[in-house]
């Protein structure tokens, strides 16, 4: 049974940094299309970062460019995402979620068969 753990979200204040991982277990296939999702209060969850395991590309929302990064550690089947310079617009519960491949659709919250239990983030001004 694969599992999503989300972890390391915290209250920070504007222009403050976070990294949240996301920790995979019972996960067999040999890739994986992982994407961070976020959905604010009385908003659409909505499509952050995301990275392809097999073409090790990554991809972002325009409203976190150059501000997050996703990576991944193998070794511990972990994705991470570290987000730098956040502002208040940040605040939202942050969900990992993952499929076997990534494809066109990676920023629809439908195509994904995985999906952590989420971990807040709250940005202050």
């Known amino acids: 049974q694969v599992q999503l753990v989300e972890s390391g979200g915290g209250s920070v204040q504007a222009g403050g940094s976070l990294r949240l991982s996301c920790a995979a277990s019972?996960?067999?296939?040999?890739?994986?299309?992982m994407t961070w999702f976020r959905q604010a209060p009385g908003k659409e969850r909505e499509g952050v970062a995301g990275?392809?395991?097999?073409?090790?590309?990554?991809y972002y929302a325009d409203s976190v460019k150059g501000r997050f990064t996703i990576s991944q550690d193998n070794a511990k089947n972990t994705v991470y995402l570290q987000m730098n310079s956040l502002k208040p617009e940040d605040t939202a519960m942050y969900y990992c979620?993952?499929?076997?491949?990534?494809?066109?659709?990676?920023?629809?919250?439908?195509?994904?068969?995985?999906w952590g239990q989420g971990t807040r983030v709250t940005v202050s001004s």
């Open positions: 979620a993952a499929r076997v491949y990534c494809g066109g659709s990676n920023w629809r919250t439908t195509v994904y068969n995985y």
């Open positions: 019972g996960y067999t296939y040999s890739s994986i299309c």
């Open positions: 990275l392809d395991s097999l073409s090790r590309a990554t």
